[in-house]
């Protein structure tokens, strides 16, 4: 099974909301990372987590606070979001972090009003 | 930071016809993937092939990490194929693996 889940699969949300975003995988994988991807463009790493450790922070504004609360479950709260936040948020997942393959959840769809 | 360049950037072919994509980068590599998004976003997995090849039914895919370019071959196209499909590098940065995509290339079967 090579199964990454997110919900939701689309979110509206206001500038003054608070939310979250959900990942999960079941694949026993112990590195999970975070992708936006705006459209018409590839996907750009936001963060990445190890053992449930932050092991990479690509200087993300902090209206965007990771969260891993177990090697299975991987949050991304949202906070105070902008209009340009409005994109495709990828969850992924690998076995290790070197040199393994990194497989992707289906993604939260976020529109800021 | 490293560059990733593939080509062509947009491609439309008749259904059964065969297609080259090709992902140049511009540094050594740990990872290397091959991705296809479907129009809703999904990004499948393909091919993780550092390097040599791999073939998967109709799809195969070559990496020469010595002259830093990877090929994807897609042959008898069919219209489910349509999309864009990125290649992925990745580098050991800061303890962690770091993927980097390249701009992708679009693919549109017509019946």
């Known amino acids: 099974d090579t199964e990454v889940t997110q919900t939701p699969k689309h979110l509206v949300m206001g500038m003054t909301n608070k939310k979250s975003l959900k990942c999960e995988q079941h694949?026993?994988?112990?590195?999970m990372y975070w992708y936006k991807q705006k459209a018409k463009k590839p996907p750009e790493l936001m963060f990445v987590y190890s053992y449930e450790k932050l092991s990479i922070n690509e200087s993300v504004p902090s209206r965007f606070s990771p969260e891993c609360p177990n090697s299975s479950l991987l949050n991304l709260h949202l906070h105070a979001l902008q209009p340009e936040d409005s994109a495709l948020y990828l969850c992924?997942?690998?076995?290790?972090?070197?040199?393994?393959?990194?497989?992707f959840g289906p993604g939260t769809r976020l529109t800021v009003l | 930071g490293i560059q990733v360049e593939q080509s062509p950037p947009d491609l439309i072919l008749q259904e059964g016809a065969n297609s080259t994509l090709r992902c140049n980068f511009s540094d050594s590599v740990n990872n290397l993937q091959w991705f296809h998004q479907n129009p809703w976003g999904q990004l499948i997995n393909l091919f993780y092939i550092p390097s040599g090849t791999k073939q998967n039914g109709r799809l195969s895919a070559t990496t020469v990490a010595t002259e830093r370019y990877s090929l994807l071959y897609i042959s008898s196209s069919q219209t489910t194929d349509s999309g864009v499909y990125f290649c992925?590098?990745?580098?050991?940065?800061?303890?962690?693996?770091?993927?980097?995509f390249g701009q992708g290339t679009r693919l549109t079967i017509n019946p």
């Open positions: 992925a590098v990745g580098r050991i940065i800061q303890g962690a693996q770091k993927l980097v």
């Open positions: 992924a997942s690998s076995q290790g972090l070197l040199a393994n393959e990194q497989f």
């Open positions: 694949m026993g994988h112990r590195a």
